[in-house]
């Protein structure tokens, strides 16, 4: 077992080169989904990985606007994890930008949009 790692990490740029590729693209084209939908969403962006924390904005998304963008997330087969799963609260969610195809990623994240969209308040608190 031992040797076979060995083996593998000397040759760790050359198996993982693609992977790296693929990741790095994928944060690109999340990166700008996030900078288009900044009216309802925000992030840090991550530094390392291949998943991120994404942040339901306070202004446009109450209790209510938040389980309804998951009820559509989830019918829509939508796989992101409600942040309550890894000790956050529900206005938190995590989106994988590094494992899935490109495509998907893009549909994913063209269906998303929608659904930020058509769950928001149409007006933000302080027009309230």
């Known amino acids: 077992d031992e040797f076979v790692a060995s083996k593998v990490l000397d040759k760790e740029d050359e198996i993982f080169k693609s992977r790296r590729i ?3 693209k994928g944060l690109e084209i999340t990166k700008k989904w996030v900078e288009q939908n900044n009216q309802f969403i925000n992030w840090i962006e991550p ?6 924390c994404i942040k339901l904005n306070e202004e446009r998304f109450t209790k209510s ?5 998951y009820s559509i ?7 992101i994890a409600i942040g309550e ?6 206005r938190y969610f995590r989106l994988g930008f590094g494992y899935m195809e490109i495509e998907k990623l893009d549909l ?7 659904i930020l969209i058509s769950t928001a ?5 302080n027009e309230i």
């Not at 530094?47 to 991120?52: D, I, P, T, W």
């Open 22 to 24: 693929h990741s790095i």
């Open 47 to 52: 530094k390392a990985g291949a998943l991120c």
């Open 65 to 69: 606007n938040i389980d309804e963008f």
């Open 73 to 79: 997330s989830k019918k829509a087969e939508i796989q």
């Open 85 to 90: 799963w890894f000790g956050a609260s529900k």
């Open 108 to 114: 994913t994240l063209n269906k998303l949009s929608k």
């Open 121 to 125: 308040s149409k007006k933000q608190k």
